[in-house]
């Protein structure tokens, strides 16, 4: 079992800054992508950061040059910092995690996909 927790959110004004942290925690062998997406009511789920196992970055164009996704692998948990803030950065954020674990005593693994509960993060004007 699994477990990816979201903490940071909150209400910021405009040009503001939040980060937010994802830990994932359970059994965790491993851990490849960890990317972070954002929702707002009636709209689908938009891909805001990604972040390979090796740690190569992707931005969404809507937050380039003011959102920075790193991890911290020896903790399982990737970081989201949100600087320059804007009211349609409104939204709540969500981790995932594509995470490895161990399914059997001679070691094989499989790959999973892990979704956390998702955290507010409110801009104001």
């Known amino acids: 079992q699994v477990r990816l927790v979201e903490t940071g959110g909150g209400l910021v004004q405009a040009g503001g800054s939040l980060r937010l942290s994802c830990a994932a925690s359970g059994s965790v062998s491993s851990i490849n992508t960890m990317n972070w997406y954002r929702q707002t009511p009636g709209k689908e789920r938009e891909l805001v950061a990604t972040s390979s196992t090796f740690g190569s970055t992707q931005y969404a164009d809507s937050v380039k040059g003011r959102f920075t996704i790193s991890r911290d692998n020896a903790k399982n948990t990737v970081y989201l910092q949100m600087n320059s803030l804007k009211p349609e950065d409104t939204a709540v954020y969500y981790c995932?995690?594509?995470?490895?674990?161990?399914?059997?005593?001679?070691?094989?693994?499989?790959?999973?996909?892990?979704w956390g509960q998702g955290t507010q993060v409110t801009v104001s004007a």
């Open positions: 995932y995690a594509e995470v490895v674990v161990i399914v059997n005593v001679e070691g094989a693994s499989r790959k999973i996909d892990c």
